[in-house]
């Protein structure tokens, strides 16, 4: 075990564990935003800088500060480590920074992206950025591709977190997704555009902070916050089948998998649920999904609620469940 | 006459062949080692002997090889980085391509010290004629016994091979490098874990510049005490220096460490002056990303001494009034020098090679490229001045790998020195001689 203090909250976590999960395992007061680490992704982590931290003590065996600030999401703890998150002028600095350079090249133009609602740049701006900019360079723009029938990729709005690499190299089999060119000339790219021919590509739309990567069969129906989140689940094949259901009216728009606290995918969905179900029989629904207050998904969700008409609780089983059944 | 180490037979003809180099004494320290020597002996010697990393950090090479894991039954590796890309800096080049067997020869009795069977030399892609060159000592290397299995009967094998790089300075920074060899995009990669522990294909290995791996033979031939006499201090030894810009006789130098910068700078058997008889402006003394001097400061200490050719005296008075060693990539620059447009083009260069993986360098060189050339377009304002000031603080210590300090420092020491110039020449766009622009390829020219 490590005895950890985080902005002078005291903690005792099991060793080998990095800063920032200790920090999560205190609570979101304490815990440095991430744009690039996500817990379901080995070697994720390390690129954004968001979630630099001052150790002030690096342990009680050697308690000298760090001589610079650390990626917390990258950073193991130590017995006796002292680390300060909001409570270090210089973090707050060195995320002003950050923010200020992921919106160089990021368009301003919200009202016409996709993701705006459910994006963790926008969050991220309006909880550590400054309210104006101080360029007026042309931001670097790209035209839209399609990496397959489903999913559409605007680099144009993409932060290079390499997410979506770790899911096609982790979850996906065969590499075909990947980096291409350097520096800011950095491209999310696939080899030609092929399609990624895997059950588990979708995943990339959901891993995604942005609105670079996005669910072609859901762009633009719904503004988010004009829809509904509500957990489901069916009996998959190939994978859990614990998704969030997102609602407008009676109608299911979009399928996609559930996230934590932290906005972080719980479990990897396969394309089957992601794309092939959408119909309300399809899923056994469990309730409405948890959603932070703060959320501007939030506004919406929580006026009366009222069931799917053509669906009722307790009914027979699924459709999907009995097919799956005989197989 | 300074004491020669690495270049002492340079001017033998046919030196770069097998034969001439075997004459002269080549190859003597792996004689040495291999039948006489033990591993931990070897690597006590290279202690002794203080030398420090060639490739820009110095950091003590008997320290470097001492931590190196050994666990059992698994490959360690050594790796030579000849991927020498930072602007001002070509002596390996000039070593590897007049001298090919001194690597050769200190990569075998490095090699035997580390208890490593396989090795590499990671050479930028372009340096492809030296890649012949390199090839042809292997070789002959091979042919005489000195590589592959049971060397000189003693049971120790080792294979060296010669990797070619595809031109990214990035690749020179030791992870990107394991990474680029293992097939991969040469990213760097995020530490812990170092490669004493987790280098190459995941085994434990061993980094070291092309200048380092050459001053082995010459250690181990004449044990660690007669290399510790040489130099002074902590930066024992001989050092090549890259010597370019406005001086009479530019070129690779190897200077005994402890001359003073002046010698340097005005000797003869040095850079031989400033050409045309001009004024010293400033000089970068240790590649492109050391900070930038005024004439000065590069000569004297801030107490006052006569600054000398050294790790500790050209960094004495820390980034406010000192600089660097670096690479050793010398470039002088005279009175007629831009100090704006000299660090437009460093700049320009570290945007273009950054990696991309981490949003301060990513962004933060591409940002203050863009800047620079505004001035350069004559657009620039004071404000602009202090934006620079504000992004390269912003850009330091807050990334993955040194790339993004490395594009920091230039630009701090540049505005630290000669801020009334660069206040000059945003208020005075009429006076910039040189217009220059992009063409359609992205290419600077000259208008
Ligand atoms: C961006 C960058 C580029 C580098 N390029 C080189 C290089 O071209 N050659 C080199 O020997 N070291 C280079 N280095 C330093 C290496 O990472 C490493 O420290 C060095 O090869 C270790 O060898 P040494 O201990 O013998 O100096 C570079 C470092 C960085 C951060
Ligand atoms: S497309 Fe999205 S997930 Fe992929 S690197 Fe860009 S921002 Fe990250
Ligand atoms: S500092 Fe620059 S070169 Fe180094 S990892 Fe980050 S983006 Fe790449
Ligand atoms: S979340 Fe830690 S660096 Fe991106």
Not at chain 1, 271 to 286: I, L
Not at chain 2, 186 to 201: E, H, M, Q, V
């Amino acid at each position: 075990m490590a005895k950890v203090t985080i902005d002078g909250r005291v903690i005792e976590v099991p060793d080998g564990i990095t800063i920032l999960q200790a920090a999560r395992m205190i609570g979101p007061e304490v815990a440095p935003p991430t744009m690039c680490y996500h817990s379901k992704l080995k070697t994720s982590g390390g690129y954004c800088r968001t979630c630099l931290v001052e150790v002030t003590k690096s342990s009680e065996k050697d308690p000298r500060p760090m001589p610079k600030l650390v990626a917390s999401c990258r950073t193991d703890v130590m017995d006796g480590m002292e680390v300060g998150n909001l409570s270090s002028p210089k973090v707050i600095e060195a995320r002003k920074s950050v923010v200020e350079f992921l919106l160089l090249n990021h368009p301003l133009d919200c009202p016409i992206c996709d993701q705006a609602g459910e994006c963790h740049l926008q969050d991220l701006s309006y909880e550590h950025g400054s309210s104006k900019t101080r360029t007026d360079f042309e931001r670097r723009t790209f035209e839209k591709i399609s990496i397959g029938e489903k999913i559409q990729l605007h680099m144009t709005r993409c932060i290079l977190c390499y997410r979506c690499v770790k899911v096609a190299e982790q979850i996906t089999d065969g590499r075909v997704h990947g980096v291409i060119n350097r520096g800011d000339h950095s491209e999310i790219s696939t080899y030609i555009e092929q399609a990624i021919d895997n059950d588990f590509s979708g995943n990339m739309i959901d891993v995604c902070p942005v609105g670079a990567l996005t669910d072609k069969t859901f762009r633009f129906k719904s503004r988010v916050w004009f829809t509904k989140p509500v957990l489901a689940h069916r009996n998959c094949e190939k994978c859990s089948g614990n998704v969030n259901l997102w609602f407008k009216g009676d109608e299911v728009l979009r399928v996609t998998g559930r996230k934590d606290q932290w906005g972080e995918v719980e479990e990897f969905i396969c394309n089957t649920c992601r794309y092939d179900k959408k119909a309300t029989s399809d899923w056994t629904v469990e309730g409405p999904s948890p959603v932070n207050r703060h959320s501007v998904i939030s506004a919406n969700h929580y006026e009366v609620f009222t069931k799917p008409t053509e669906f009722k609780l307790n009914d027979v089983k699924p459709l999907s469940i009995q097919e799956g059944d005989k197989s | 006459m300074g004491k020669k180490i690495l270049l002492a037979h340079d001017h033998v003809p046919g030196i770069q062949g097998y034969e001439v180099y075997r004459q002269n004494g080549g190859y003597a320290s792996v004689e040495k080692a291999v039948k006489s020597m033990s591993a931990e002996a070897l690597v006590e010697e290279v202690k002794k002997s203080g030398l420090r990393g060639r490739g820009g950090a110095g950091f003590p090479t008997g320290n470097k090889w001492n931590f190196l894991a050994k666990p059992e039954g698994v490959a360690r590796y050594l790796v030579c980085n000849a991927d020498e890309s930072e602007p001002g800096t070509f002596k390996d080049r000039y070593l590897m391509s007049r001298i090919p067997h001194i690597l050769v020869e200190g990569m075998i009795t490095s090699s035997f010290a580390l208890g490593v069977n396989t090795a590499y030399i990671y050479i930028r892609g372009e340096y492809y004629y030296i890649v012949s060159i390199l090839e042809k000592a292997i070789e002959e290397a091979y042919a005489n016994g000195w590589l592959g299995k049971n060397i000189l009967g003693s049971g120790y094998n080792l294979d060296l091979y010669l990797h070619v790089g595809a031109g990214a300075y990035i690749c020179g920074e030791e992870t990107a490098l394991l990474e680029s060899l293992e097939g991969k995009r040469g990213n760097p990669r995020i530490k812990p874990p170092f490669p004493a522990i987790a280098g190459l294909y995941g085994c434990p290995t061993v980094v070291n510049n092309v200048e380092t791996l050459a001053a082995v033979p010459f250690i181990v031939n004449n044990g660690g005490e007669a290399y510790a006499q040489i130099g002074i201090g902590k930066s024992a030894g001989t050092k090549l220096i890259s010597a370019s810009g406005h001086i009479n006789k530019p070129g690779v130098y190897e200077i005994e460490m402890g001359i003073t910068v002046e010698d340097f700078i005005y000797s003869d058997e040095y850079c031989g002056g400033i050409l045309n008889g001009k004024k010293l402006k400033a000089v970068v003394a240790g590649g492109s990303s050391v900070p930038i001097l005024p004439a000065d400061k590069i000569l004297t200490t801030p107490s006052g001494e006569k600054r000398l050719m050294s790790y500790e005296s050209l960094a004495d008075g820390g980034f406010a009034s000192g600089t660097m060693l670096g690479s050793g990539g010398f470039i002088v620059m005279d009175e007629t020098t831009s100090i704006v447009e000299n660090l437009f083009t460093f700049a320009r260069f570290y945007h273009h090679e950054s990696c991309g993986q981490c949003s301060p360098c990513r962004e933060g060189t591409a940002w203050m490229e863009k800047i620079l050339h505004k001035m350069i377009d004559g657009h620039g304002t004071i404000e602009d001045v202090d934006l620079l000031w504000e992004i390269q603080a912003k850009i330091e210590g807050n990334t993955i790998c040194p790339l993004g300090d490395a594009a920091a420092w230039p630009v701090a020491s540049a505005i630290r020195h000669f801020r009334s110039e660069f206040e000059e020449y945003v208020r005075n766009p009429n006076s910039i001689k040189v217009v220059r622009h992009y063409d359609s390829t992205q290419n600077l020219v000259n208008a």
